[in-house]
């Protein structure tokens, strides 16, 4: 099973970026997914998940109301829409998925499929 995220980039403070997370190899209805972030010298951090039929999500406090996840099970397509962007939000974006989980874990290490990473850069 593969997970791959795409959609980063350069973007100045207070712009938008969409990212996306394609799963083959099981529909996306299958998993837990969730969105993580590396900084440069940073631990691994959540950003947002969202259950396997999508009607359940879970944000960090430090984009709740700024990044809405979605899913669309007949694409196999998690979304993270990311609004007001911060220098600070800047880092490297992951999409994790396990079919093991019964609800969204912000702990990474409860992921066991990840994509590669796509970067996102926020200039002040």
């Known amino acids: 099973v593969q997970l791959q995220a795409s959609g980063g980039g350069l973007v100045q403070a207070g712009g938008s970026l969409r990212l996306s997370c394609t799963t083959s190899g099981r529909t996306s209805s299958s998993y837990v997914v969730g969105w993580f972030r590396q900084a440069p010298g940073e631990e691994r951090e959540f950003v947002a998940g969202i259950s396997r039929t999508g009607r359940t999500t879970r944000y960090a406090d430090s984009v709740k109301g700024r990044f809405t996840i979605a899913k669309d099970n007949a694409k196999s397509t998690v979304s993270l829409q990311m609004n007001s962007l911060k220098p600070e939000d800047t880092a490297v974006y992951y999409c994790?998925?396990?079919?093991?989980?019964?609800?969204?874990?912000?702990?990474?290490?409860?992921?066991?499929?990840w994509g590669q990473g796509t970067l996102v850069t926020v200039s002040s």
């Open positions: 994790a998925g396990d079919t093991s989980l019964i609800t969204v874990s912000t702990m990474y290490n409860d992921y066991s499929d």
